[in-house]
């Protein structure tokens, strides 16, 4: 006669009765609103790419569209060239659904000319400054490998940017005076003196000397900006935007005249850090090691 589980117990008592043990086997169970999270949790990834998506293109198109056009006209007209660059960026800017803020700690003169010198660590970098200066006729100073991006490279050399080849020194020497005929003529210049984006966990790269040699060669000031956020609302190597906010704090211009090349670059940097959010200070030891 087949045995039922707790029916008895061999070590007590004959025929003495056990507890009843009822084996249960488990398995998980998904109830219908765990279910109904995790489809509303697929879907609400699935929109969030396609949105991203959508923007790239977007973005796309308007870049497209005003570097070729811009391209045209700064054959004829550079300054009027940057007006429409000024348009593509607020654009791009709506696009992405950022907001730019702009903190300024003195007043500047638009038709004087600067040397504008950021911190870098997202593409977006450009937008928030064109958006930040807007009254400003700036030509940037920008690496010759942006120049084979099509339709935008052959637009950046139409428009009066200063193109360098860091690999080629006399052409970088040439490119830093195009830099100082421009600002002869009232435009200002926007450097970017790390020369590259820096990654997460690196607040600041090594400073390029070239834009402070410039500055020095012409006598006009150096502002420091930091531009603070944009590394959080698109970060290195991505390509999806959150929506957010770009603040850009606009420094006091810094005189050039009778100081030393050095000394500029600590106070570059010393801006930056003073203005960079508290988790990106880096250690004094590496700040001590930049004029070296």
Request: aromatic share 6%; with cysteine; charged share 25%.
């Amino acid at each position: 006669m087949p045995s039922r589980v707790g029916a008895g117990d061999p070590s007590g008592p004959v025929g003495a009765a056990a507890p009843r043990v009822d084996l249960c086997v488990c398995a998980p169970v998904c109830s219908p609103g765990l279910r109904q999270l995790r489809f509303a949790a697929v879907g609400e990834r699935r929109a969030v790419i396609l949105v991203s998506i959508l923007k790239v293109v977007l973005v796309g198109l308007n870049t497209v569209v005003f570097a070729s056009t811009a391209g045209a006209v700064g054959l004829f007209d550079e300054r009027a060239a940057y007006r429409l660059c000024r348009l593509w960026a607020r654009i791009n800017v709506l696009i992405c659904g950022v907001r730019v803020r702009t903190r300024r700690l003195a007043p500047l003169d638009p038709k004087a000319p600067y040397v504008f010198m950021s911190n870098h660590r997202s593409q977006l970098d450009v937008l928030a400054v064109i958006v930040a200066l807007a009254e400003f006729q700036l030509r940037w100073v920008a690496k010759v490998e942006l120049t084979r991006v099509p339709v935008f490279g052959w637009a950046l050399r139409r428009t009066g940017h200063i193109i360098i080849d860091r690999s080629n020194t006399t052409q970088a020497v040439r490119s830093l005076r195009a830099a100082e005929l421009r600002m002869r003529d009232g435009i200002s210049v926007m450097i970017f003196p790390e020369g590259t984006r820096s990654t997460p966990g690196e607040t600041l790269l090594r400073f390029k000397k070239g834009g402070f040699m410039t500055a020095l060669g012409t006598g006009v000031p150096i502002v420091p900006m930091a531009v603070l956020h944009s590394d959080k609302v698109l970060p290195r190597g991505a390509w999806r935007v959150t929506p957010g906010e770009i603040e850009v704090v606009v420094g006091r211009p810094i005189p050039v005249a009778g100081v030393e090349r050095d000394e500029l670059i600590r106070r570059v940097r010393a801006f930056l850090l003073e203005h960079l959010p508290p988790g990106e200070i880096e250690t004094r030891r590496r700040v001590a090691q930049e004029a070296t």
